[in-house]
């Protein structure tokens, strides 16, 4: 399937309507960068109401001060994204062209080849758009309702920006169901993959699916942690616990380790990590079981198995605030069964990636786990997203990655 470029028709702000913020708003925190507005923030008349999903509107605050160019969804609590300070500015394929040129700036003098995060939210100004990069093929991931409407135009300049010849759409977020959207995935340019993707990073090879995988098929933002823990990996036994495609297990192979054990529940993830580790010519040292992982940890203790590095990589186990009690209850059991696995003076690493929990959060509950297990422990390092996945500093979500790395 080939599709023609798009095109896309300038959006006239003086034609937008207005919106308003209520005086108990934090008007001044939104001048500041805070790019979301809740609803509960907002005067909700009845023509505000009855916005579509998506659309785009004038923000005012409570002096009827003009603030930019917002995005709205009465169904989404953040009921206004704002997209540009400038009340002129339309939002068009010229207005996502120049968003997507300073964000391919920006990683093309972080990486010497095209596999990285391209545009990461509200942090390249595109609030809610996930665009990962793998060669000439690219994955967006429209999380807000406003990015579905102008999903065209996006595309259209991101094809123009970086000569990508093959563009899908992964409906598949969380958050696309809190925006009220629909989770049906498809192709916006060119053709779909006949298979699995090799990826590039830290001298590893990556099998990425990107139609049927996790997220857009690969986890970018670990390449620095999975690096940090590669260069202890040299000659020794990794055990890499909800790998995925291979994350640590992989890297640590391309840095000499000994030999790795993946564990994960995902068979299909399984077999794209040995895919993987056949591409590098170590599959005798890379082994796999499938299973839940906390279960495993239990067995693997039963059967008196012990490495010089395990590494814990979980999914979110607290993304929403709801979650927090429950998500810490887990990272403090996962620590407690992962920390009796580890030799002497070898090494553990937590990964947490909820935006409920934070820093300081999850490393006292990490600790507390460790200390149950009956370890000691010395953090060496603390490790965050990659800096293709740059933070917004006025909003906390967008430093959603933490790992943890402690010699037991």
């Known amino acids: 399937m080939t599709t023609p470029p798009f095109a896309s028709a300038p ?9 308003r913020l209520l005086p108990k708003a934090n008007a001044r925190a939104i001048r500041h960068g805070f790019p979301w507005v809740y609803a509960n923030e907002m005067v909700l008349d009845r023509r505000t109401k009855g916005l579509e999903p998506g659309s785009l509107a004038l923000l005012e605050d409570a002096d009827r001060q003009v603030m930019g160019v917002v995005a709205v969804n009465p169904n989404s609590k953040i009921f206004c994204r704002m997209l540009d300070q400038n009340a002129e500015a339309s939002v068009n394929q010229s207005w996502f062209a120049e968003h997507i040129a300073r964000a391919l700036k920006l990683r093309e003098q972080l990486y010497d080849a ?7 939210a509200e942090a390249d100004g595109l609030p809610g758009v996930v665009i990962d990069r793998f060669g000439d093929t690219a994955v967006i991931q429209p ?10 135009a996006l595309t259209a300049a991101l094809v123009e920006q970086t000569g990508i010849k093959h563009v899908l759409k992964n409906a598949g977020g969380r958050t ?40 857009t098929g690969i986890f970018y933002d670990q390449r ?85 590095v395990v590494i814990c990589d979980p999914p979110a186990f607290a993304p929403g605030k709801p979650a927090l009690e429950a998500g810490l209850r887990a990272y403090e059991r996962l620590a407690r069964l992962a920390a009796p696995l580890v030799a002497e003076d070898g090494i553990l690493g937590l990964c947490s990636c ?28 603390t490790g965050f997203a990659g800096p ?14 933490k790992s943890l790395f402690f010699r037991l």
């Open 354 to 381: 909820s935006h409920a929990a934070d820093l300081g959060q999850f490393r006292i509950a990490s600790v507390r786990g460790i200390g149950r297990a009956g370890r000691r422990a010395a953090l060496l390092h």
């Open 143 to 152: 999380n807000a309702a406003w990015a579905d409407v102008h999903i065209e």
């Open 11 to 19: 959006t006239e702000p003086q034609t937008l309507p207005v919106v």
């Open 224 to 308: 620095p942690n999975h690096a940090f823990a590669a260069n202890l990996s040299g000659g020794k036994r990794v055990l890499d616990v909800f790998a995925h495609v291979g994350g640590f297990g992989l890297a640590a192979l391309a840095n000499g380790a000994a030999s790795v054990l993946a564990v994960d529940g995902s068979a299909p993830a399984l077999a794209l990590a040995e895919e993987g580790a056949a591409a590098m010519g170590v599959s005798d040292k890379f082994t796999t079981r499938q299973g839940d992982a906390f279960d495993l940890l239990t067995a693997l203790r039963a059967e008196g198995e012990e490495f010089d």
């Open 176 to 215: 696309r169901t809190l925006e009220g959207l629909d989770d049906v995935s498809t192709v916006l340019q060119g053709d779909a993959p006949a298979g699995p993707i090799p990826v590039p990073m830290n001298g590893a090879t990556y099998m990425a699916d990107l139609t049927g995988g996790q997220k």
């Open 114 to 120: 095209p596999f990285y995060r391209l545009i990461h």
């Open 388 to 401: 293709d996945h740059p933070q917004l500093p006025q909003l906390a979500e967008t430093g959603y990655l």
